[in-house]
């Protein structure tokens, strides 16, 4: 419950200022710059090092990519079918391929399955950040550039993006240094990605002209909170994954649209408007839809 008002403060405070023009239109932009190139890079040093790596963890770190491929499919032919342009195909597949794994799953993994699951849920969250980080990056550049983009042009805009960075040093470092002495220093930076990424959407959030835009948001959502979770329980009961992983990486692909995916589209100018208004009523109804889906996961496996 306190995770939930967390986040119900930090929204409400940021839209009230946004509102009240106590702020700088552009306020968002220098908190976002904060999170891209450190609080992001440290969640890698903090989560990273301490997975233990195993052939039964393989499932949670897949279960992200296939719930983006499956957004990636059904936008496509959701976008041709209504004639949309590139921006708004890669804006509904940036709203509707990533999960928020860590802010909002985390503390509902705790809360529905205890603490001791928690190794399962970071490895689906590295692996949301890696997704964000490669293919989350070139969706953008497919959108917001005007030329056509070269191969070197995509790896240097990935190999240059600081969450991406600090994924490769963490994996690369972890198995030689250790990162315990620098613990509680990574503690304090992670701790602000959620509270102030969640006050850049107050900031940005507008929902006038909300009507115009239903349809898309209402199509992100059905698949981000139904139809993602559903082809990953799916694909878990085909490869007759263990119960307890199934379950965690079924729920964690259950969760509201990334709150990260917000500064991704005011970075590559996509449709910000569209991406904010997603991801907070996403928030909303995915407190329900994450609670209906831990019944569901209940019965579905104790029926097997």
């Known amino acids: ?10 929204v409400g405070v940021g839209m009230l200022l946004q509102k009240l023009r106590l702020v700088p239109h552009d306020a968002h932009k220098g ?55 590139q921006r ?22 705790t809360a529905y399955y205890g603490e001791g699951h928690l190794p399962i849920a970071i490895l689906s969250d590295q692996s949301t950040f890696i997704l964000l980080s490669t293919v989350g990056i070139i969706t953008s550049l497919k959108a917001s550039s005007t030329e056509r983009i070269s191969f070197t042009g995509i790896a240097k805009k990935l190999v240059t993006f600081p969450p991406f960075i600090g994924c490769v040093i963490a994996l690369f470092f972890s198995p030689f ?28 959030l507008k929902f006038e002209g909300w009507k115009q835009q239903m349809p898309q948001i209402s199509m992100a959502l059905w698949y981000k909170l139904i139809l993602a979770p559903g082809l990953v329980l799916f694909a878990a009961l085909m490869l007759n994954v263990d119960e307890e992983i199934a379950k965690i990486s079924i729920f964690e692909m259950a969760m509201p649209t990334l709150v990260t995916a917000s ?32 019944q569901a996961l209940i019965y579905i496996f104790a029926t097997l």
Not at 1 to 10: D, E, G, K, Q, T
Not at 50 to 78: C, H, N, R, S, T
Not at 88 to 109: A, D, H, K, Y
Request: aromatic share 14%; charged share 10%.
């Open 1 to 10: 419950m306190v995770n939930f008002i967390l986040i119900a403060f930090c």
């Open 31 to 85: 908190i976002n710059t904060w999170i891209m190139y450190v609080a992001l890079p440290a969640v890698s040093f903090k989560y990273l090092p301490k997975v233990q790596w195993d052939v039964q963890m393989i499932f949670p770190v897949l279960a992200p990519l296939l719930a983006w491929a499956g957004a990636w499919v059904v936008m496509e032919l959701y976008c041709k079918g209504k004639h949309y342009k």
């Open 88 to 109: 708004s195909r890669s804006t509904l597949e940036m709203v509707s391929g990533f999960s928020n794994t860590s802010f909002i799953g985390f503390p509902l993994v």
């Open 177 to 204: 240094v250790s990162f315990e002495v620098a613990e509680p220093f990574f503690d304090k930076l992670v701790a602000t990605v959620g509270p102030l990424a969640l006050f850049s959407i107050g900031l940005q």
């Open 263 to 294: 500064i991704i589209a005011e970075q590559y100018h996509l449709n910000t408007k569209l991406v904010n208004m997603t991801i907070g009523i996403s928030i909303v109804l995915g407190l329900f839809t994450t609670a209906l889906w831990n």
